[in-house]
């Protein structure tokens, strides 16, 4: 057996105790008193586990999460930068009525449930382990700097910068979201959050029913000829998720808006979903229909530095006797705005199991030592020449 996934596996109840303390601390990320708690959390695990870092930079995140980086140096050549993201989509008070659940699936496995354990939180504890493996080995690896975002289910919003400069500095990125079904990640769809906000006349709808232009009526139209723009047999996908307006019943509203998810899979979808929501038009032309495009993520796709980084990651699991796969998925992460600068980068490196963002969400506590070996392995492959070995 390689010596990196035995190490693993003798550290396998050490791993599940720490990610189960982590997913105890409930991070929504629109909590921001719990993402900091959730935020320390992490610090003092990576601490617990690695040492002190050579560097640690928190950047504000303002009215979202902080940022930290963690960078541990290397005792080979390259960057590799990791990222990971700690909120949750769970709302605070989740945990109390869930809890942590062991439990087995129809094929009799073992299984652990608790909100955000898949999404994405046994990767944090997969990745520090990861390096600790590397390191207790005495094996060469690259410098390996940590970066821990608090917004990213919502879009990354103050993290995106941080994450592209950070990344332009590396020569290669590794991304702890949970796997595809033991599949790495290395396409991901585009994702556009449009608000689409309707404004009507206010009139009282008994007695003057004629007077007023109702938003909510205009609404409900763009969102019926928007789902029609939608083209699966293209990669797109159009969902309204939220919608709100009005002031009372026996009012036709002055005012609505709508929240709609888009995924694309080109740029070209991009254009085309944008120019065929502007030509929109309702019934009732008093009502005005505006538009905020706001393109959050662009497609991922596999480009050639990425199709190298596979190929190492790859050769690293083979070592360990696991035969990697790699797949495209419908969602986004921060992967997305890596691969659209032209850094390699790889998706999908955490957990095994599925349910992201459900309540069955779970994972195989089995897997964990394979895939923590598979990380540890690929960063003792990225630590010289990398590029030459994968051409």
């Not at 599940?16 to 997913?23: A, H, N, S």
């Amino acid at each position: 057996m390689n010596p990196l996934l035995r190490a693993a596996q003798s550290h396998h109840d050490t791993m599940i105790g720490q990610i189960k303390d982590l997913v105890a601390v409930e991070t929504y990320s629109s909590d921001l008193q719990g993402l900091a708690a959730g935020l320390d959390h992490v610090r003092e695990l990576a601490t617990a586990v690695l040492g002190e870092p050579a560097e640690s930079i928190l950047t504000p995140g303002g009215d979202h999460g902080d940022i930290l980086q963690l960078t541990y140096p290397g005792t080979g050549g390259g960057k590799v930068l990791v990222i990971g993201h700690y909120d949750t989509v769970w709302p605070t008070g989740t945990f109390g009525d869930w809890g942590i659940i062991e439990g087995t699936d129809a094929q009799g496995r073992a299984t652990l449930s608790a909100p955000g354990i898949f999404d994405m939180k046994t990767g944090l504890v997969q990745g520090f382990w990861a390096l600790k493996l590397v390191r207790d080995a005495g094996l060469p690896h690259p410098d390996v700097t940590f970066l821990f975002n608090g917004d990213e289910e919502i879009g990354s919003l103050a993290s995106r910068p941080v994450i592209e400069a950070a990344a332009l500095e590396a020569d290669a990125v590794l991304v702890l979201e949970p796997t595809s079904g033991q599949a790495v990640k290395t396409g991901r769809k585009g994702v556009g959050i449009f608000e689409v906000k309707a404004t009507g006349i206010e009139a009282h709808a008994g007695l003057d029913p004629k007077a007023g232009a109702n938003a909510i009526h205009g609404l409900a139209e763009f969102i019926t000829a928007a789902s029609q723009v939608a083209d699966l047999d293209k990669g797109t996908s159009i969902s309204t998720g939220l919608v709100s307006g009005g002031s009372a019943s026996n009012v036709a509203a002055g005012t609505a808006t709508a929240v709609i998810d888009i995924r694309v899979e080109s740029q070209a979808e991009m254009a085309r979903v944008d120019a065929a929501l502007d030509a929109i038009t309702v019934s009732d032309e008093r009502v005005c229909i505006e538009i905020d495009h706001y393109w959050n993520r662009p497609p991922m796709d596999m480009t050639e530095p990425g199709q190298r980084l596979f190929d190492v990651v790859s050769a690293a699991a083979i070592e360990l006797g696991h035969a990697l796969e790699n797949t495209s998925v419908g969602g986004g992460s921060d992967a997305n705005f890596v691969s659209a600068l032209g850094v390699p980068v790889l998706c999908g490196m955490g957990a095994v199991g599925d349910g992201a963002h459900a309540r069955h969400e779970f994972i195989y506590p089995d897997e964990i030592p394979l895939f923590t070996a598979i990380t540890a392995n690929s960063l003792v492959k990225l630590a010289n020449g990398w590029m030459a070995i994968a051409a």
